[in-house]
Nanobody, 123 residues
Framework: QVQLVESGGGLVQPGGPLRFSCEASGNLFSISDMGWYRQAPGNQREVVASISSGGSTYYADSVKGRFTISRDNAKTTVYLQMNSLKPEDTAVYYC?????????????????WGQGTQVTVSS
């Protein structure tokens, strides 16, 4: 079927950078919007940034100017470059994508999540 596999994340000091990647795999036909969400303990999951297949981007106010979302040319991998990290950026980060794929003789589609990656910003 379809999978989103994240890599990156970990422990970083305040002010430091971190970079994520998330690759979609399976019998893919197309991927429209891809994005990153995060969930801190006790909080709801919130959108961090998103990017359309045409390259239009959206950023949450809390990360504007610090985070950059991008996609590769094949548009199956999405990246999140995080700079100037703050302790309040500590959360589990999830990749998300709207994917159309071949399933048997049909075309299927759905919204998929990555496995989640912990980011801890602490000195």
């Amino acid at each position: 079927q379809v999978q989103l596999v994240e890599s990156g994340g970990g422990l970083v000091q305040p002010g430091g950078p971190l970079r994520f990647s998330c690759e979609a795999s399976g019998n893919l036909f197309s991927i429209s919007d891809m994005g990153w969400y995060r969930q801190a303990p006790g909080n709801q999951r919130e959108v961090v940034a998103s990017i359309s297949s045409g390259g239009s981007t959206y950023y949450a106010d809390s990360v504007k100017g610090r985070f950059t979302i991008s996609r590769d040319n094949a548009k199956t991998t999405v990246y999140l470059q995080m700079n100037s990290l703050k302790p309040e950026d500590t959360a589990v980060y999830y990749c998300n994508a709207d994917i159309s794929f071949f399933c048997s003789e049909y075309m299927c589609s759905g919204n998929y999540w990555g496995q989640g990656t912990q980011v801890t910003v602490s000195s």
